[in-house]
């Protein structure tokens, strides 16, 4: 445990070294209130206005920034310190593979979570301190809710880098790994369900289909998030899941699912690596 | 108990034959050279006792165990390893990347500043890795081998980057470690100023062992040749002499048997017009040059 602890340590000083930590937090804060603070520009009005409007249009743009911030932060987890010789080293030490790679992971895990917390709770302080609609007991909840699926979104794409970082043997192609990773789930993924929509005119199984939603963590991160502020109306490929009345508890359990499997594949592919 | 023992070790990889039956005992206290060209099998030999790979044929023990055993954990405490061309964290300073591979063995704070200060990095250990020149970074790597106090040393191209001073000091390090009792394997192909430092030689060929033993039993194992060279005007050469030279600028080379090393040079003293002898006994490299020699002709029989 205490060599776990170690490496998580130290990758996690690398983020606040590297101004990781500081320009993630800000990424996340300035999204935030910009979205807060115009995100009702279009009905004619600037300023802070309805929270759950707000949070939901937040978590449509979280889906494209948070995965993306991830794979580039851990992509070159493994790659790179094979690289650089420190992997064959790190070996050598009273340590085992799973040890190290789990350390890594949670170094990352705690660079994101960091940032998350601070970077939208900022945004959170500001719009308690200047919006007058809306009191601090309203904002606590929802906001927690919201960082705490979005720390859960970033560990998920976290372990998916740490994943490709393991089984590649270069970093340049880890890197590009990444990108179609990041590539299929935020854009192909719902495109290609869309385009399975349209091509059969609507024709599918509306009971299996709204579970296709759930091969996607961006979509269930939006689904758990669109649950929790169950007044908003459902547009775009999201409507489809109205039909399947997913469980906010089933669509946890899922995203949780999401969480575990990486982080096993990871550690499966690492034992495999050949020094 | 040995400290290293490999018996019939073998090692393939995907059909490429890397070590073909290597066997070794390594006592405490001994410092081995590990000689061979590139992809002679070297640095396999050194991760099978390091135990990152399993061996395909016969049995590895360090400290009398199986070093990828249930047991090695307890073993890489007692291992040090300083591997060809590490580059270490650029970001992190001296003293942060030894702290943190003292945490992972498990060692004492402390010694992480004497070490720097024994390998003469107290001066840069609040400076960046990134600015470190190859020399120090090599230095930074010799302190992490020797966190912790190992008692089985396992050093691969050391001394690749450092200049001839640098070299020199290394060595010397080399050899209080081992008046401190360490065992050592020393891995290299750079072999001028070796010699004084090791016990032992064992040279490796396309993954077979060529040769092992002490310098002296190499030397007169390969009976090569000591070479006199011999400058003046209007040498005349005795004549049993004469069918072993050749001519040289200004001079004659002659070349005897070790046996007849003294005989040959009182008869060369003897010539009158001798301005200048020089002697050249076998050294480590022509023992090498000898040993890749034969391997290269096997090739074309």
């Known amino acids: 445990m205490n060599a776990i602890l170690t490496v998580a340590n130290k990758e996690f000083h690398d983020g606040l070294r590297n101004r990781w930590v500081m320009s993630i937090s800000l990424i996340f804060a300035l999204l935030a209130t910009g979205l807060a603070y115009f995100g009702a520009a279009a009905s004619g009005q600037a300023g802070f206005t309805n929270l759950s409007t707000t949070l939901v249009s937040l978590a449509s743009l979280a889906v494209f920034v948070i995965p993306l911030i991830a794979l580039m932060l851990a992509y070159d987890g493994v790659v790179g310190e094979d690289e650089s010789g420190t992997l064959l080293l790190l070996m050598t030490y009273p340590l085992s593979r799973w040890q190290l790679l789990l350390g890594k992971m949670m170094g990352h895990w705690m660079i994101m979570a960091f940032s998350t917390i601070i970077g939208f709770g900022l945004s959170a302080i500001i719009m308690g301190s200047f919006s007058e609609n809306t009191s601090w007991s309203e904002l606590l909840i929802p906001y927690t809710f919201f960082i705490t699926f979005a720390i859960l979104l970033g560990w998920i794409f976290i372990a998916i880098a740490t994943m490709i970082s393991a089984s590649v043997a270069e970093k340049s192609k880890a890197a590009g790994l990444a990108l179609i990773v990041w590539f299929i789930f935020v854009f192909m993924f719902d495109l290609s369900l869309l385009g399975l929509l349209v091509g059969t005119e609507g024709n599918v199984n509306a009971e299996l289909f709204p579970y296709l939603l759930l091969l996607n963590p961006t979509d269930v991160f939006r689904l758990i998030i669109i649950s929790f502020f169950a007044e908003q109306q459902l547009t775009g490929l999201m409507a489809v899941a109205q039909h399947a009345q997913f469980s906010t508890l089933s669509l946890i359990l899922s995203m949780l699912a999401w969480f575990i499997a990486p982080v096993l594949g990871a550690i499966a592919l690492f034992n495999k690596r050949k020094l | ?301």
Not at chain 2, 8 to 22: D, F, M, P, R, T
Not at chain 2, 115 to 138: F, N, W
């Open chain 2, 1 to 301: 108990m040995n400290i290293v023992e490999l018996q019939q070790v073998g090692k393939h990889y995907q059909g490429v034959e890397a070590l073909n039956s290597i066997d070794l005992s390594l006592q405490q206290g001994e410092v081995l050279g590990l000689f061979g060209h590139n992809g002679a099998g070297k640095t396999t030999t050194i991760k099978l006792i390091l135990g990152l790979i399993k061996p395909t044929a016969g049995q590895v023990r360090v400290f009398g165990e199986d070093p990828t055993g249930d047991n090695a954990y307890q073993l890489r405490r007692q291992l040090g390893f300083l591997q060809e061309n590490v580059s270490f964290y650029q970001q992190m300073t001296g003293r942060e990347v030894l702290r943190y591979f003292a945490k992972l063995k498990g060692c004492d704070k402390k010694q992480v500043s004497d070490l720097l200060e024994e390998v003469g990095l107290d001066h840069a250990a609040m400076r960046r890795v990134k600015t470190y020149s190859k020399g120090m970074r090599q230095r930074l790597g010799l302190a992490q081998a020797l966190l912790g106090q190992p008692k089985l040393l396992l050093l691969d191209e050391p001394t690749v980057g450092l200049d001839p001073i640098a070299t020199q000091d290394f060595y010397h390090g080399i050899a209080k470690l081992k008046a401190q009792g360490s065992t050592i394997i020393l891995c290299s192909h750079v072999l001028a100023g070796v010699e004084k430092y090791i016990d032992r030689a064992l040279i490796l060929g396309q993954g077979h062992l060529l040769a092992e033993g002490s310098l002296a039993t190499l030397t007169e194992k390969t009976d090569l040749p000591v070479t006199f060279s011999l400058q003046g005007s209007n040498l005349q050469l005795p004549i049993d002499l004469q069918a072993n030279s050749s001519a040289i600028n200004g001079g004659y080379k002659v070349q005897v048997s070790q046996q007849q090393k003294m005989a040959t040079l009182q008869q060369l003293l003897a010539i009158s017009s001798l301005e200048n002898i020089d002697i050249h006994m076998p050294s480590l490299e022509d023992i090498y040059t000898h040993y890749m020699n034969d391997v290269q002709h096997g090739e074309h029989a």
